[in-house]
């Protein structure tokens, strides 16, 4: 089976892919983001964004049979080779949670750096990797003492991470570059010993430059909140009229709801508007 995450409808979807379909679909916690299956495949974790919570899914049985804490806006997951520990990043809160998978209970919570996305633990489970999007860097968590050892520079914007069979080296891509790059890090240094580009933003891919377009007309260099434009609903209108925020843009229609991103917190939290559409951050 296959366990798809659907933020919008805060469920996931169950895959059979012996033949493609969907068998089962699951509620769960707000805005689920990172899926990760136990070793022994019994359950499946999602980390719930908007609820700030860990929904514990039963795999034979189809439900959620507890829900756990994180911290702030929890997205990437990992856990340990033996299941005994689940690692959450939470990308608003800039912390990694480490959670008894037996109890549920938090053992842990590491600072990390800025805007932490996904986390990757080492083969042996010795340590973790979390890529920092806003800090363009990999911290290297010592699972041993559950803390950060060290911060290596990668390429711009750091997004997915994933260790060599063997554990030797690990693999990081970074989407703010052009052409889009993959990281090869020396894990035993903890060093980037190579960089190989990808074509196109690593893990965007959407038009000619890799970059979305929004229907301000400006590309994510020019937004005067970030660097970046965070959002996936980056087409959607803002009847509100708060996109007005965007400094030094001449919009040529209303401007969409990826400008009214700020200081990487929920808009939607103290917006105020009645119009019924979403204010909802990506990355």
Request: with cysteine.
């Amino acid at each position: 089976m296959a366990y798809v995450a659907n933020e919008k409808s805060d469920e996931v979807s169950v895959i059979d892919t012996t033949t493609n379909t969907v068998v089962r679909t699951i509620a769960v916690g707000k805005r689920p983001r990172g899926v990760v299956i136990s070793p022994d495949r019994r359950f499946v974790y999602t980390a719930n964004g908007n609820s700030d919570d860990i929904s514990v899914i039963d795999a034979e049985a189809g439900k959620v049979l507890e829900t756990w804490p994180a911290g702030v806006d929890p997205e990437g997951l990992s856990l340990s080779p033996d299941g005994a520990r689940l690692y959450a990043v939470n990308e608003n809160g800039g912390t990694v949670t480490v959670l008894n998978t037996k109890t549920g209970t938090i053992v842990a919570t590491i600072e990390v750096q800025v805007e932490p996305e996904t986390i990757a633990v080492s083969p042996d489970g010795k340590i973790a990797y979390v890529s920092n999007e806003t800090s363009n860097t990999i911290s290297v968590i010592d699972t041993a003492v559950l803390k950060v050892t060290a911060n290596i520079p990668v390429a711009k914007n750091p997004r997915g991470i994933a260790f060599s069979p063997d554990g030797r080296y690990a693999y990081v891509t970074s989407e703010q570059v052009e052409p889009g790059v993959l990281s090869v890090i020396d894990v035993a240094r903890h060093k980037v010993i190579k960089s190989i580009p990808v074509g196109g933003a690593a893990g965007w891919g959407r038009g000619d430059t890799g970059w979305p377009k929004a229907l301000c007309g400006a590309r994510p260099e020019q937004c005067g909140l970030r660097d970046r434009c965070p959002y996936d609903d980056h087409y959607e209108t803002d009847p509100c009229g708060a996109a007005g925020l965007v400094s030094g843009l001449q919009p040529r229609r209303t401007p969409p709801v990826c400008c009214l991103w700020s200081q990487r917190r929920r808009i939607g939290d103290r917006c105020g508007c009645r119009e019924g559409h979403r204010h909802r951050p990506g990355g």
